[in-house]
């Protein structure tokens, strides 16, 4: 393994409590299909797509459950090493610069960060939670905030919705890095989801029930 190479960051039961591999979801049960990630639709969850103002391209699926906000974010990845190491550093970096603070803790779902984020109108701050689970060819990013940031009982809802998640990684070369493709599912695809690119724990775009 050379110096720029990490192993693996996922829980160990990951291949059978997730997130999943699409490989390892059950074929049969009614997913909802957003392209590079498909969630099972539950009673009080609402999803917004957060979109690219220039070009439209769906960047990250924001989910509304039991109080928390869930960002989600899939990216393609090695076979053999994991992202999440070097990732959790970056983001490090860049709460840094905005003047943030960061604590690096050990969850759940493995190492992640707890994070107090300066509001863009240096009104107050936002607590977040960042997490990641590498899987095969695959990094899936998760950034939780509202309830799920700092109680317990929420957390655990929240991680519980996590680890529901399937990613399809699908069979296309992609560098490691690239966001897997997102898009709007069948069902609503006549509607037109608009919101500025993520920049931090708290997403934007309209809601869709499902």
């Known amino acids: 393994m050379s110096d720029t190479e990490h192993p693996k960051s996922a829980p160990a039961d990951r291949a059978t409590a997730g997130p999943f591999d699409d490989s390892e979801a059950?074929?049969?049960?009614?997913?909802?299909?957003l392209g590079g990630i498909k969630l099972l639709p539950r009673p009080d969850l609402a999803v917004r797509l957060e979109v690219e103002e220039g070009n439209k391209r769906v960047v990250a699926v924001a989910l509304d459950y039991?109080?928390?906000?869930?960002?989600?974010?899939?990216?393609?990845a090695p076979r053999s090493s994991g992202l999440w190491?070097?990732?959790?550093?970056?983001?490090?970096?860049?709460?840094?610069?905005?003047?943030?603070?960061?604590?690096?803790?050990?969850?759940?779902?493995?190492?992640?960060?707890?994070?107090?984020?300066?509001?863009?109108?240096?009104?107050?701050?936002?607590?977040?939670?960042?997490?990641?689970?590498?899987?095969?060819r695959w990094f899936l990013?998760?950034?939780?905030?509202?309830?799920?940031?700092?109680?317990?009982?929420?957390?655990?809802?929240?991680?519980?919705?996590?680890?529901?998640?399937?990613?399809?990684?699908?069979?296309?070369?992609?560098?490691p890095r690239d966001l897997i493709p997102l898009h709007v599912p069948a069902s609503v695809a006549g509607q037109s989801p608009t919101g500025p690119t993520p920049t931090g724990p708290t997403p934007t775009g309209p809601a869709t029930a499902v």
Do not use: C, W
């Not at 059950?26 to 299909?33: G, T």
């Open 85 to 136: 190491h070097e990732i959790r550093q970056q983001i490090v970096q860049q709460i840094e610069k905005q003047g943030g603070r960061t604590v690096e803790a050990t969850g759940p779902l493995g190492p992640e960060l707890r994070a107090e984020i300066p509001a863009p109108n240096g009104q107050g701050s936002r607590i977040a939670r960042f997490v990641g689970v590498d899987g095969p």
């Open 26 to 33: 059950n074929p049969v049960r009614p997913y909802v299909d």
């Open 141 to 175: 990013r998760g950034v939780i905030s509202g309830e799920g940031a700092g109680n317990a009982e929420a957390a655990a809802k929240i991680e519980e919705l996590f680890r529901s998640i399937v990613v399809v990684r699908g069979t296309t070369p992609m560098p």
């Open 66 to 76: 039991a109080g928390s906000t869930l960002q989600l974010q899939p990216f393609a």
